[in-house]
């Protein structure tokens, strides 16, 4: 039986946090000020939009920008590209809950912003109240992120290629899993979840990934990710076989779990309390493979911020699963990862690039074994 969870600090931080709330409306400038400085350890300044924001940048530097992307005289994508082109600074992107506003944050996150929280076209103030908590999170988060100067994007549009032909075929010719993939994220995950997706072939056993978004953001992300990877990824959906060839990314403000039915593997959302303030769960879902799966899975922790996925991945590992963390270097935020390490629960601690590798490795020897 493991031992309880230590509750820890979420940062280890000491300095005060300075935050530069860029927002065109004054209500939401009031009531993010409002909400974010009920942690004692953020410092808020808030600017109307980018112009006045550069301005305030060049008299205080922020630690992180807590960015609208839609707003006047410069919209929050230019102004997110200019950042990582001259002086990189951590952005939490705070995007409308639309399918406009989640295509944009996708795009955000691919240029470098760190994370992107939800807000509603009406009812701000209510939402700000109920949401306080978990946008605190998000600063702190970003805080921690390590981010890297970008090159401006080239003019020319770039498109994703049509699936080709034979990747057509492979992809209607699916069958139930006998091998599981577990995968959480946070923090720096959507272009994690890019570089690794991108990296396995179309007969990968089946992928269930957990990633710290918002309930609109999830069913574009799968979406773009369906774009760039051989596997098929999609929104997990209650009941939804595990297949090969197939990533399942779990809904926003849903946990997912695996289990086994009728001798082929399943999952099943619900909407059960958060679990380490969050929800989906990595935890949830690593705990429910552990027991669903066991020797027959390979769990991977990713970037992020806190131990969610930590006790999950560790009951992985003592039921014969193989476990591998992202190591320091390549994570954005060495949160979860160095989490899941302390708890014991890890086998390889590997740089991201080496990862898909492993978990083809580490299927077939399973496979063999």
Known sequence: MSPPKKSGKNSSRSAPIRVLVVDDSAVVRQMMTSTLTRDPKLRVTVAADPIIAMEK?????PDVILLDLTMPRMDGLTFLRKIMAEDPIPVVVCSALTVEGSDTALQALSEGAVEVVGKPRVGVADFL?????????SIHSAAEAKVRRRMPLPKEEVTSPPLSPLLVAARTKRIASEKVIA??????????????LNALPADTPGILIVQHMPESFTGPLARHL??????EVRE???GDTVMQGTALIAPGDRHMLLKKTAGKYCVVLNQEERVCRHRPSVDVLF??????AGENAVGVILTGMGEDGAEGLWEMNASGAATIAQNAETSVVFGMPKQAIARGGVEEILPLQQ??????????KKSRD
């Open 226 to 231: 369906d774009t760039i990877s051989a596997v």
């Open 129 to 137: 109240r109920e949401s306080a908590d978990d946008f605190i999170q």
């Open 57 to 61: 940048m060049k008299r205080a530097r």
């Open 183 to 196: 995968v959480g994220a946070s923090t720096g995950g959507t272009e994690a979840l890019r570089l690794l």
């Open 236 to 238: 997990a959906r209650d």
């Open 355 to 364: 990862i898909p590798a492993a978990i083809l490795a580490a299927v077939d």
């Open 287 to 292: 705990s429910s493979v552990a027991e669903a």
